[in-house]
């Protein structure tokens, strides 16, 4: 299961910027190419956020932006995470893109080059002791 970040629960949605504050997830099947949109029960937070997502048993995850944080806990998790770009798409130009194997992996190796929580103060703001 692949999960992006989205802006809303519609179909036609835009994927969204901030990992951590995305208001929403689709869940991407990727045989079958059938999403499923859920709240984030952990908005606010990417660590909280990360942690819903293990939950709903997502293997991957793509982002715009993301801290140190909430990326080891994906990692630590089993999870594989893209970067999708820090520009806003349509979710399904966005489940293209993630399913077509071109996106950068980001591993602990590649990660500072990759990671930008995307906050103001450049720094991640989700209580983690990573950044």
């Known amino acids: 299961m ?15 910027k901030l990992f951590g504050n995305a208001p ?3 869940l991407v099947d990727p045989k079958n ?15 909280k956020t990360a942690s819903f997502l ?8 793509v982002y715009g932006f993301l801290g140190d944080g909430p990326f080891h806990v994906m990692v630590r998790g089993g999870m594989e995470v ?7 798409i349509p979710l399904n130009q966005a489940i293209d893109v993630s399913l077509s194997n071109s996106l950068i ?5 590649n990660a500072k080059e990759f990671l930008d929580p ?10 983690c002791t990573h950044g």
């Open 2 to 16: 692949i999960a992006i970040p989205v802006e809303s629960d519609s179909c036609d949605t835009m994927s969204t």
């Open 82 to 88: 893209y970067w999708l770009g820090t520009e806003a």
């Open 33 to 47: 190419r059938q999403s499923t949109i859920v709240p984030n029960k952990g908005c606010g937070n990417g660590i």
């Open 118 to 127: 995307g906050t103001a103060a450049g720094a991640c703001e989700c209580g």
């Open 105 to 109: 992996r980001v591993t602990p190796e």
């Open 24 to 26: 929403f997830f689709a």
């Open 54 to 61: 293990l939950e709903q048993g997502a293997s991957s995850a």
